[in-house]
């Protein structure tokens, strides 16, 4: 068997997240259906997460295990073909029979985008969170860069997150987290590098930034909200559409 190693991009906007569900889209479900209709076997897909509703992904990274022999060149071609245009297969390889595309991740990069502009482009509106009022930047990066190293990020999960098989910790290392600022198209941008994320944290630490960045908080509390280890002292949840999957990294 072949061990098929798989880097994509999806527009999330119209799928119930990555994971496969019975009856809703979902990207991992109609990745599945086009390999089996390639193929004519089936072949569960592994993701290196699971991206929610509305969601998307720049560079997401998935194996599955097929007896085909269809070269992998050939591969991106027919899985496009047969794909939704929301979703392309950037590229396939031939990966060790080992390569697990969700353990052997050494880190992944998000990316939030908020959008200033006093009205939102219809051409970016399913890309960005449209925030078209005044937000302390300066103070939302100082609060950024007090997330870097290794938390307990309680306080920034989903509180479904506890319940979930495959949460043994909810401990996390943040190797860089940062707020960048892009004038031209005012376009504020928050960047988290870690080795893992829970259910919602990402979009639960962009909602607390937000919150320091009206004033509402100040850069300190972020640690004070950390130690806290409960849910109600964070911010709220920012919506999906702004969080894309940005890079993954292995070993």
């Not at 990966?95 to 482009?121: C, D, E, M, N, W």
């Not at 943040?174 to 960048?180: G, N, P, V």
């Not at 893992?196 to 509402?216: A, C, D, K, S, Y």
Request: hydrophobic share 40%; with cysteine.
């Amino acid at each position: 068997m072949r061990n098929i190693r798989l880097a994509l991009a999806y527009d999330g906007t119209d799928f119930h997240g990555w994971q496969r569900q019975p009856v809703a889209p979902t990207v991992q479900g109609c990745l599945e259906d086009a390999i089996q209709k390639l193929t004519g076997a089936s072949a569960p897909v592994c993701g290196s997460g699971r991206t929610d509703a509305g969601v998307h992904a720049l560079h997401q990274v998935a194996n599955f295990h097929t007896a085909s022999s269809i070269p992998c060149p050939n591969l991106v071609t027919a899985l496009n073909d047969l794909l939704p245009p929301s979703v392309r297969v950037k590229a396939a390889e031939e990966a060790a029979p080992t390569f697990h595309a969700r353990y052997a991740v050494r880190s992944k990069t998000y990316g939030y985008r908020i959008l200033q502009t006093p009205v939102s482009s219809p051409f970016v509106g399913r890309f960005v969170y449209h925030h078209p009022y005044s937000l302390d930047r300066k103070r939302m990066a100082q609060a950024a860069r007090l997330l870097e190293g290794e938390h307990d990020f309680t306080s920034f999960a989903a509180r479904d997150t506890q319940n979930d098989e495959d949460t043994k910790s909810m401990v996390r290392v943040i190797f860089r987290s940062r707020l960048l600022w892009r004038p031209r198209a005012l376009l504020l941008v928050y960047e988290v590098t870690g080795n893992g994320f829970l259910h919602h944290m990402v979009r639960n630490i962009v909602g607390t930034l937000l919150e320091v960045g009206r004033g509402r908080l100040a850069p300190p509390d972020v640690l004070r909200i950390l130690a806290a280890r409960d849910r109600t002292q964070a911010g709220p949840t920012a919506p999906a559409q702004g969080l894309c999957l940005l890079k993954v990294d292995y070993a």
